[in-house]
């Protein structure tokens, strides 16, 4: 089996690749009522932090995703490609997973401060620039595909050690700690890759530059 060791690209890519996508979140206002001091009702505007939740639990709630923790709606996203006719966008930041739907209304789903989402996507000969994974976007070129992967932090503990497939879109998704550094391995039929990660601030959340030899 031939190996070889491909540096990701953590620097430096700043500009958005071709599969990147996604905006930030929007809050529509909403109104509600209460007393006055003096008995009448009176309109009582609802605070920020109130109006955005509102606005995110109705494009949630549109979108056939209401009740979902960000976890899941990245892992649904990711696994499927029903959601590009729908016009469902959905782009993973740092912190962050941002959507956009067919209508153009925007939310914002904050990411656990202790947990950053890696998405990468192996291949032989095919691949594209990325450094924010699209989860509705971006195709790798080994869609179904079985593989073994295996990711190691600096201090030598084992994050990933699994047999996996490959979604729809060529990628595969994992959940590992914030602020982490470390290696990883993949092995594809008689190929492999190893590659150093990062899940700090400014690091990607799309890998697409794991080529198999």
Known sequence: MKRRTSSLVLAG??????????????????????????????????TDAQASGSATADFLQRNGLAGKDVKTVVSEL??????????LQGSVRQGELQLTDSSGAKATLPIPADSFYLSMAPYVSRTHSCFYHHLTGCQGELADAPMAV?????????????????YDNGFVGFWLPR?????????????????????????PTCVATLQLT
């Open 13 to 46: 890519l700043l500009a958005v690749g071709a599969c990147s996508g996604g905006s930030g979140g929007s809050g529509d206002s909403a109104g509600g009522a209460g007393p006055s001091s003096a008995g009448a009702t009176a309109s009582v505007a609802p």
């Open 78 to 87: 990711d696994r499927t490609q029903d959601d590009k006719a729908r016009g």
């Open 179 to 203: 602020g982490v550094s470390g290696t990883i391995h993949v092995t594809y039929a008689d190929k492999a890759v190893t590659a150093p990660f990062t899940t700090g601030p400014q690091a």
């Open 150 to 166: 295996t990711i190691t932090d600096s201090s030598g503990r084992r994050l990933v050690d699994q047999q996996v497939r490959t």
